[in-house]
């Protein structure tokens, strides 16, 4: 079989992810991108437990530590900014589960390290997207948003939440409402300047009518700031498909009588240049694929951010797809089978939320949140109710779900003369193919 020609939507953590291992085993990635440069922006992010293997295989586990923010904890703040609750940061070879964890870094740093390490065996455009595919008998025909007609064996889409693949794939075979569960939740997310005052702790901040107000670091002179709430969500809704502006004053809105900090963070909101707002969603969806065409990470099965293991598993996704690819490579559709049987019970884990989750810990009253603030305390004080209580909120993956291993993906493998020139030859008959019949 000659190399394979694989066209990825997405230029995000779960795209490079698998150009690294699909050109690591000879075939040809190309990743495109619609925004004009690789996405750097986005908001504190960690790998946990399967994430960690597959960065280990990835052998880019040191290059990560060097990403890593120095976050001693998180700890919840009255409207004075009293302590009432911290819970410090878990390492993960202790089993243990926590809001912080020992790989904690900023998401547009794992970007362009995976960007870094696949950028010369892999093709990146950026400013395109895949406007129409068509799936033949042994390839896939994509027009793309710049006018040209290209032809490859596989197109991937790893286009986050908001997959324009997945809309493709969907139509026709299900319903993107069914497999699109909205939490409720809306969260605007920005660059924040730091100020001598800010501790290397995670804070948040609980203010009546279901707000929540969240600061981390990330440097000695910036971090960032989360407006959050479960409240007005039609005007949120409405204002989402509206330009940043009104984003912006309608969550200035929201937040201006909150207390704490919030006159800071407001203008600190106004002032930033990479602010994002979104609606915080879970993607169920019983169809990963369709011929020739297979989505990756967010796009596929987004767990929300709620979780924990969004990252985790657009790594994991990434390694079982090339890995499949691997062990199928004449037969993509049973590759594809094997990919949804592996995955899709660490996946089904992952968008499993306690019950109650988010409501509980978006309180309506001041009552509700100084009850919520004692259970808090409490659990910091009884270590054992720590752990009993993470493992309630964030069972440990490893214990559900053995990562696979693949043979084919330990060496490194570079295509022969004789399969590039049948690869190049095979693309070239098609071309004239579909030119002149």
Same mark, same amino acid.
């Given at each position: ?6 066209? #990825? ?21 190309? +990743? ?10 986005? =908001?504190?992010?960690? #790998?946990?437990?399967?994430? #960690?293997?597959?960065?280990?295989? !990835? ?45 904690? !870094? !900023? ?29 033949? /008998? ?24 908001? *997959? ?45 009518? =279901? ?21 007005? /969500? ?27 900090? /919030?006159?800071?963070?407001?203008? /600190? ?10 609606? +915080? ?7 990963? *694929? ?18 924990? !293991? ?15 690819? *691997? ?58 109710? #720590? ?28 295509? *022969? ?7 190049? =030859?095979?693309?070239?008959? =098609? ?7």
């Amino acid at each position: 079989m000659p190399p394979l020609r694989v066209l #990825i939507c997405g230029g995000g953590i779960a795209g490079p992810a698998l150009a690294f291992w699909l050109t690591r085993i000879g075939h040809s990635c190309t +990743i495109i991108e619609r925004f004009p440069s690789l996405r750097t922006n986005g =908001q504190q992010i960690d #790998i946990r437990d399967q994430g #960690i293997d597959v960065a280990k295989r !990835m052998g880019l586990l040191e290059e990560i530590r060097k990403l890593i923010i120095d976050e001693k904890g998180l700890q919840f703040v009255d409207n004075k900014g009293k302590q009432k609750a911290m819970f410090p940061k878990v390492k993960s070879n202790t089993g243990q589960q926590g809001f912080t964890t020992e790989f904690e !870094m !900023m998401r547009g740093d794992l970007c362009k390290l995976l960007a870094d390490v696949t950028k010369d065996k892999t093709e990146y455009r950026f400013g395109v997207s895949v406007d129409e595919f068509k799936n033949e /008998a042994d390839h896939v025909k994509v027009k793309l948003s710049d006018g040209r007609v290209e032809t490859y064996d596989i197109l991937v889409g790893a286009d986050g939440q908001g *997959s324009r693949t997945r809309k493709m794939v969907l139509q026709g075979e299900d319903s993107e409402n069914l497999c699109l569960r909205k939490l409720g939740l809306y969260i605007a997310f920005y660059t924040l300047p730091r100020e001598p005052e800010d501790t290397s702790l995670g804070t948040v901040y609980h203010a009546p009518g =279901q707000r929540v107000m969240i600061t981390r670091w990330r440097s000695k002179m910036l971090g960032q700031g989360y407006l959050a709430t479960m409240a007005h /969500a039609d005007e949120l809704e409405q204002v989402l498909k509206q330009d940043v502006t009104k984003q912006r004053d309608l969550f200035g809105r929201i937040f201006q009588d909150a207390g704490w900090q /919030a006159d800071r963070l407001i203008e /600190a909101m106004y002032e930033s240049e990479d602010f994002y707002a979104q609606s +915080i969603v879970q993607l169920q969806s019983k169809i990963w *694929s369709k011929g020739r065409v297979v989505l990756l990470g967010d796009a596929g099965y987004c767990p929300s951010p709620l979780t924990g !293991m969004g990252t985790s598993l657009a790594l994991v996704g990434a390694y079982v797809l090339a890995g499949e690819i *691997s062990k199928n490579q004449n037969n993509l559709d049973m590759a594809f089978k094997e990919y949804d049987k592996t995955l899709r019970p660490l996946v089904d884990r992952a968008h499993k939320l306690p019950p109650g989750v988010p409501g509980i810990v978006y309180p309506k009253s001041e009552s509700a949140i100084k009850i919520l603030h004692w259970v808090l305390g409490l659990m910091t004080i009884f270590k054992t109710w #720590i752990d009993l209580a993470f493992q309630y909120l964030i069972i440990p993956m490893e214990e559900q779900w053995k990562l696979p291993d693949y043979p084919e993906l330990k060496v490194e493998k570079t295509p *022969s003369r004789e399969q590039i020139c049948h690869q190049e =030859q095979y693309h070239r008959e =098609q071309y004239y193919q579909e030119q002149y019949h």
